[in-house]
């Protein structure tokens, strides 16, 4: 069996057994001898060699592969793991088999260092970059120059002008026009509620009710009546055209 570390990056699969792969049997499609994953010194071949009950497997001390998660029809998760007693295991490794092939799920370990050397790799990229943009001169120091930066602007800019001066196609406009339609059926304008005619009368009658009181009040005091109008919509209205009083001849005694 090889090392764990160059399992790493290595897959096996037999294309005889996925077809009819599942929970019954796929700890014996994992033993096969053509897998690099599996060691044959463990308790799980004793067993197997030996025609012993499966079951005797927690009894005995050793490696041993235990399928500890089962998501059919196409994951399955075995355990590398050192029995030391009944309840006292140590885990060493977790395989997976996905739609038939089997895999090493790398440690903790493994993922970080991965993890760090791409950052590591991603910053050094990013570093080198910088510096060929970056220029010196005695008289002037340090600057900036990025030649491909703004030619590309250029580019973009000449073809955002070119967008802008082609003008619109026939497709285009009756596409709008299909959206308009669309949006209007869907949300047609709200119109302006206009007053029920039985209201209407129902003003104007409190607004002739209203005058007529003016005038019996305007009768008591002795004053002159008020003129008042009623417009269109029922609203009282002052009379703003009365002439105004006549003037009285002076007498010469």
Known sequence: MATYESCLQQTWHDPAWIPSLNHSNVMEYFSERSNPFYNRTCNNEIIKMQRLNPEQLPNMTGLEYVLIHIQEPILYIIRLQIRHSVNHVMPMAHYYIVAGTVYQAPDLSSVINSRMLNTVHSLESAFEEAQSFS?????????????????????????????????????????????????????????????????KEELIKSEIKSVKTDLKQ????????????????????????????EKKPKLIR
């Open 135 to 199: 220029r010196y001169h005695p008289s002037k120091g340090y600057w900036w120059e990025f030649k491909d930066q703004a030619q590309t602007e250029k580019l973009m800019n000449k073809e955002k002008k070119k967008r802008k001066e082609e003008p619109t196609s026939l497709f285009q406009k009756q596409r709008v026009d299909l959206l308009l339609v669309d949006f209007a059926q869907k949300f047609p304008p709200k119109q302006p509620s206009l007053p029920c005619p039985e209201r």
């Open 218 to 245: 305007d009768t008591k005091t002795d004053k002159p009546p008020t003129e008042r109008l009623i417009n269109s919509q029922g609203q009282q209205v002052r009379n703003s055209s009365k002439p105004p009083p």
